[in-house]
């Protein structure tokens, strides 16, 4: 059987691009190479899981891309300087570097242990003011821009391509949003590139006089500062594309008159109730408290069953069968670690094959196919939420196999056993998930739901040793009643390969 060169992948990704709104072919601008941006945070809360959703959607974007080869820079910026974190700096009584840095940390915490990999670069806002500057002089300098009572704004009506990501013309934009109040603004859609200084606030020194910078024009600068213009993808979540990402591109290519970005990636909500959540809403959950009731390996895995561009209804119930999924998928590596001892060696992996019978032989060529399959999937627009439904199929082949006793004890099935793991490894490159110990995540998942239900480990284990005992002695009536004592306070036993396991609803 062939083996998959992931590279061959590089030339069959497939996006579906918000500007022309339709999926198409993926062409970087450079062979091999990828400029990725994403919109950060703005960092005066601790994060929701909303925003880790994105950083997820977008994390294994990055490591797909990575794994098929390509040299990636990848950029996701912080804001640390925006009206939402002064007034919070003012409420608290601190500086709003304070409070940035404070929420910075707080952010990556959280995205550590969502097991988000660190971009290439993570710039701050405050870090790129004197750039700032330089591209609000060009909008001006190219006639997209005024001054207005030491505030700039940027003129909608001088960029007549205004309104092309979110496909709708200048009127429908004014009929459909809350405009922005500023004062000496010409038109409602206008927005502010700089903004003066009120007292107490942060500010740099411009040729406006003192001010900071607009929320729109940071990415802006950020972005074509580390990838150049045009570069290859700008993400973030679908509630950016306006007036976000539409301010963006104006500023961007009336500053530099040439296009900006190749390729649009807009991720779906987060929703509760049918509701999207936002910290405006009220009805947010933070990571940190999702984590506190449910691995973040399961938040993490949840959000990705769900392909990246559509909502996903974050629920205690889908949590909970991921949880469970996830100990299941750790059991079978468990397994797989059991039969070690029974392998043969032997370099010629067809020749293993084709001494197999005709059901042992379909479950093993499943199992060898996964990897084309499962990269095939995501070079389709990052369809996790297929690659997942491939992922559960490549398990139960697994699962199938580990039970066939004779077929370990072939001559090569110890190339085929480092092919499962092969596989395997792919899963945790691109998913980021299943890297734990297997008994470590197991053992962690059932104490905390023993917990609540005020059971001990001890009362537990002492139980699967009397069952044991009585199995032992063929006292089938006393293990049967053993399990059914413990299955009435919710938890199941299963007797595998590597001893009996137990799992609490």
């Known amino acids: 059987m062939k083996k998959v060169d992931p590279v061959d992948f590089q030339n069959k990704v497939y996006i579906y691009d ?36 994105a950083a997820i959607a977008f994390d294994v974007i990055f490591r797909f891309f990575k794994y098929i080869g390509f040299d990636v820079t990848y950029v996701r910026n912080y804001t640390d300087v925006d009206d939402k974190i002064i007034n919070r700096a003012n409420e608290k009584g601190i500086s709003t570097d304070e409070l940035s840095e404070k929420y910075i940390k707080s952010y990556e915490e959280d995205m550590k242990a969502l097991n988000v990999l660190e971009p290439t670069y993570k710039p701050r806002v405050t870090q790129h003011i004197p750039h700032i500057i330089e591209m609000i002089e060009k909008i001006l300098a190219n006639g997209h821009g005024y001054v207005a009572e030491e505030n700039v704004y940027f003129d909608v009506l001088s960029f007549p391509e205004y309104g ?35 007292p107490g606030e942060p500010f740099w020194e411009s040729p406006w006089g003192k001010g900071r910078p607009g929320w729109h024009i940071e990415c802006s600068v950020m972005s074509t500062y580390y990838l150049g213009i045009p570069f290859d993808i700008h993400g973030g979540g679908i509630d950016l594309v306006f007036p976000h990402h539409e301010n963006e591109i104006a500023q961007s290519e009336a500053a530099y008159k040439k296009k900006f970005v190749n390729y649009w990636i807009h991720n779906g909500h987060v929703e509760i109730n049918k509701e999207k959540m936002s910290k405006s809403l009220k009805n947010f959950i933070r990571v940190k408290d999702a984590v506190k ?56 992996l067809e020749q293993f094959i084709n001494s197999l019978g005709k059901n042992q032989k379909r479950s093993v060529e499943t199992i060898l196919s996964f990897q084309e399959k499962f990269l095939s999937t995501l070079a389709d627009d990052f369809h996790t939420a297929k690659a997942v439904g491939e992922l559960f199929q490549f398990f139960s082949e697994v699962n199938k196999v580990i039970k ?38 197991i053992r962690r998942v059932n104490l905390r739901r023993l917990s609540k239900k005020g059971v001990s480990e001890e009362y537990v284990l002492e139980l ?16 049967d009643r053993i399990r059914e004592e413990l299955k009435e306070k919710g938890i199941l036993l299963e007797d595998t390969l590597s001893g009996t396991r137990w799992r609490v609803e």
């Open 164 to 198: 092309k990501l979110s496909g709708r013309n200048i009127d429908e934009l004014v009929a459909g949003v809350r405009v922005e109040p500023g004062p000496g603004k010409k038109h409602p859609l206008d927005f502010a590139l700089w903004k003066a200084s009120k």
């Open 18 to 53: 918000t500007m022309r709104k339709t999926k198409v072919k993926f062409e970087p601008i450079e062979k091999g190479r990828i400029g990725m941006y994403v919109c950060g945070p703005t960092v005066y809360d601790d994060p929701h899981v909303g925003h880790a959703r």
């Open 404 to 441: 066939i006793n004779d077929l370990w004890k072939k001559e090569g099935s110890e190339v085929f056993y480092n092919e499962i793991f092969d596989q395997i490894n792919m899963i945790k490159e691109i998913f980021g998930i299943l890297e734990d110990m297997p008994e470590d995540f």
């Open 293 to 348: 009731e449910y691995e973040a390996e399961a938040i993490r895995f949840f959000l990705l069953e769900t392909y990246y561009r559509s909502p996903v209804s974050f629920n205690e119930e889908g949590l909970r069968i991921t949880e469970n999924n996830l100990m299941s998928l750790y059991q079978t590596i468990l397994d797989l670690i059991s039969i070690k001892n029974q392998l043969v060696s032997g370099k010629n």
């Open 464 to 479: 699967i040793e009397k069952r044991q005992k009585a199995r032992e002695e063929k006292n089938w009536k006393e293990a």
